[in-house]
């Protein structure tokens, strides 16, 4: 192909690759991918001879700067036109090579431009471009001195930014409408985006939330049709926008963008029929576990430990608490069982009597438990060594346990009984138990005046209302608290 006297076309090994692909434009099939598997890589014009600059080989070529997004870059001027290396453009853009072409994708959009070895002709309008969807005579890349280097006008041309030299000006990601759609066993809603930005969506606890970074938006509540979100609130949180709406158990979350030309979709469905993709701990804040352990007290005439923890988990189990407890009348856990559903515990409890033969000892105490765990994971998370996705639902401080036993020393007290509070560190299940854990002594079986106390209903009835009821004080302020963890176990 001739114009004004010189033959235009991209040398790679033998192949002319201009009129393969201007021939593949214009029948309307586009060839790269194939042309970038099929030649020979490129081979950058040679660069400058020893003591020689760009400008005396015949490129006119100046240094410059440009603001790219608000952040200074080093520009060139080539032949009057602005160009940037393509390692500039990778803080706001993915730019990679493909074959004869260069790849830029961000804010939305998708730019393919081929690699015009000729720099005098990749800044005319010679060459065609792919801006997303639409081809166009534009600049564009080429070799300087061995590296690519990319045409700014181009670039915002494809990114529908705002560009005079020595400035490029990409909009400030806003949202620009919410809508929603109610489904059968899901809803949705839609977020409708500006441009293309960092998406974050976690399971706090029984709340959905999903962060979108740096975008611009009002703070506002929506309501929808849907059965499964009936209502999403949008906040501020910094720079970022939120939007958070409750996500049942049964529900699971799932989202996505739709990347358009000019603008983004960000797609959430929430409800049964989305499958539950997050991680296992997190239904820890709505599902605890509460395990109650009766120790069998041979001697004493009636099982109160049974009878106590069964009262408890009743109570518990009828407002909705998860309860196990590890053995009945006939037959107990064996201990390997007992030590792994410990493990598993969110809270447990030991029920015992004090037993030492000749021991003047009475009255009913509450034990915390004293030294390291067991468990090396469990120390490792406790002393900060290590800090897991959502460790801290799977191991509490030892704060837990002290929070714990306050609570139910003040329900005993509150019903005219006084609990002394001790630690221990010879109980095996309280050192493998990951979060609150106590010892419950409810007397002494050597102790006569402790015995009779335990004889009487009533007296079995505080004890247990009192266990029940600072368990579940205890669970329902953790998962108040553990609503607004991030995997990073940090509150924004």
Same mark, same amino acid.
């Given at each position: 192909?001739?114009?004004?006297?010189?033959?235009?076309?991209?040398?790679?090994?033998?192949?002319?690759?201009?009129?393969?692909?201007?021939?593949?434009?214009?029948?309307?099939?586009?060839?790269?991918?194939?042309?970038?598997?099929?030649?020979?890589?490129?081979?950058?014009?040679?660069?400058?001879?020893?003591?020689?600059?760009?400008?005396?080989?015949?490129?006119?070529?100046?240094?410059?700067?440009?603001?790219?997004?608000?952040?200074?870059?080093?520009?060139?001027?080539?032949?009057?036109?602005?160009?940037?290396?393509?390692?500039?453009?990778?803080?706001?853009?993915?730019?990679?090579?493909?074959?004869?072409?260069?790849?830029?994708?961000?804010?939305?959009?998708?730019?393919?431009?081929?690699?015009?070895?000729?720099?005098?002709?990749?800044?005319?309008?010679?060459?065609?471009?792919?801006?997303?969807?639409?081809?166009?005579?534009?600049?564009?890349?080429?070799?300087?001195?061995?590296?690519?280097?990319?045409?700014?006008?181009?670039?915002?041309?494809?990114?529908?930014?705002?560009?005079?030299?020595?400035?490029?000006?990409?909009?400030?990601?806003?949202?620009?409408?919410?809508?929603?759609?109610?489904?059968?066993?899901?809803?949705?809603?839609?977020?409708?985006?500006?441009?293309?930005?960092?998406?974050?969506?976690?399971?706090?606890?029984?709340?959905?939330?999903?962060?979108?970074?740096?975008?611009?938006?009002?703070?506002?509540?929506?309501?929808?049709?849907?059965?499964?979100?009936?209502?999403?609130?949008?906040?501020?949180?910094?720079?970022?926008?939120?939007?958070?709406?409750?996500?049942?158990?049964?529900?699971?979350?799932?989202?996505?963008? $739709?990347?358009?030309? !000019?603008?983004? #979709?960000?797609?959430? &469905?929430?409800?049964? =029929?989305?499958? *539950?993709? %997050?991680?296992?701990?997190?239904?820890?804040?709505?599902?605890?576990?509460?395990?109650?352990?009766?120790?069998?007290?041979?001697?004493?005439?009636?099982?109160?430990?049974?009878?106590?923890?069964?009262?408890?988990?009743?109570?518990?189990?009828?407002?909705?608490?998860?309860?196990?407890?590890?053995?009945?009348?006939?037959?107990?856990?064996?201990?390997?069982?007992?030590?792994?559903?410990?493990?598993?515990?969110?809270?447990?409890?030991?029920?015992?009597?004090?037993?030492?033969?000749?021991?003047?000892?009475?009255?009913?105490?509450?034990?915390?438990?004293?030294?390291?765990?067991?468990?090396?994971?469990?120390?490792?998370?406790?002393?900060?060594?290590?800090?897991?996705?959502?460790?801290?639902?799977? $191991?509490?401080?030892? !704060?837990?346990? #002290?929070?714990?036993? &306050?609570?139910?020393? =003040?329900?005993? *007290?509150? %019903?005219?009984?006084?609990?002394?509070?001790?630690?221990?560190?010879?109980?095996?299940?309280?050192?493998?138990?990951?979060?609150?854990?106590?010892?419950?002594?409810?007397?002494?079986?050597?102790?006569?005046?402790?015995?009779?106390?335990?004889?009487?209903?009533?007296?079995?009835?505080?004890?247990?209302?009192?266990?029940?009821?600072?368990?579940?004080?205890?669970?329902?302020?953790?998962?108040?608290?553990?609503?607004?963890?991030?995997?990073?176990?940090?509150?924004?």
């Amino acid at each position: 192909m001739k114009s004004g006297g010189k033959s235009h076309y991209w040398k790679s090994g033998r192949v002319r690759v201009s009129l393969l692909l201007t021939g593949a434009l214009a029948s309307g099939g586009l060839l790269w991918a194939g042309l970038a598997d099929a030649q020979t890589p490129l081979q950058p014009q040679s660069a400058p001879g020893p003591g020689q600059t760009a400008t005396e080989q015949g490129s006119p070529l100046q240094s410059s700067k440009l603001s790219l997004a608000g952040q200074t870059v080093d520009s060139v001027r080539l032949y009057g036109a602005e160009y940037v290396r393509q390692t500039e453009l990778q803080g706001l853009l993915r730019v990679w090579r493909e074959g004869p072409l260069v790849r830029i994708e961000g804010l939305g959009h998708v730019l393919y431009l081929p690699i015009d070895e000729d720099q005098q002709r990749s800044t005319t309008d010679f060459n065609t471009v792919q801006l997303d969807t639409e081809r166009v005579k534009a600049r564009t890349a080429t070799f300087l001195n061995g590296a690519i280097y990319i045409p700014v006008d181009t670039v915002a041309r494809g990114l529908g930014a705002e560009y005079q030299p020595g400035s490029l000006k990409v909009g400030v990601p806003a949202l620009q409408a919410v809508s929603s759609r109610a489904g059968k066993d899901a809803d949705r809603i839609v977020l409708d985006l500006n441009r293309d930005v960092e998406i974050v969506d976690e399971q706090r606890g029984a709340t959905a939330v999903v962060t979108l970074r740096g975008v611009k938006g009002d703070a506002q509540k929506y309501t929808t049709r849907g059965v499964f979100v009936p209502a999403v609130t949008m906040t501020r949180q910094g720079d970022d926008l939120q939007l958070t709406f409750p996500l049942t158990a049964a529900s699971g979350l799932r989202t996505y963008k $739709v990347i358009r030309p !000019g603008s983004v #979709r960000v797609i959430v &469905d929430a409800g049964p =029929g989305i499958p *539950r993709n %997050s991680p296992a701990l997190l239904a820890r804040v709505t599902r605890p576990l509460v395990v109650l352990d009766p120790a069998k007290v041979p001697g004493v005439g009636r099982d109160v430990t049974l009878e106590v923890a069964r009262r408890a988990g009743e109570l518990l189990t009828k407002a909705g608490w998860q309860v196990r407890v590890t053995r009945d009348s006939a037959s107990a856990m064996p201990l390997n069982d007992k030590l792994t559903l410990t493990r598993q515990s969110d809270v447990y409890l030991a029920l015992d009597l004090g037993r030492l033969p000749g021991s003047p000892r009475g009255g009913v105490t509450v034990y915390e438990q004293s030294g390291r765990s067991s468990s090396q994971f469990v120390n490792a998370i406790r002393n900060g060594s290590a800090n897991p996705p959502y460790g801290v639902l799977a $191991v509490g401080n030892t !704060g837990n346990s #002290r929070k714990l036993a &306050d609570l139910l020393r =003040g329900e005993l *007290r509150g %019903s005219g009984v006084n609990a002394g509070q001790e630690s221990t560190s010879r109980v095996l299940t309280l050192r493998e138990a990951p979060q609150a854990a106590l010892l419950f002594e409810l007397g002494w079986a050597s102790n006569a005046s402790d015995l009779a106390n335990l004889r009487v209903n009533d007296r079995l009835d505080i004890m247990a209302v009192s266990l029940a009821r600072s368990v579940a004080t205890y669970l329902t302020a953790r998962a108040n608290n553990n609503a607004n963890l991030t995997a990073e176990g940090v509150k924004p």
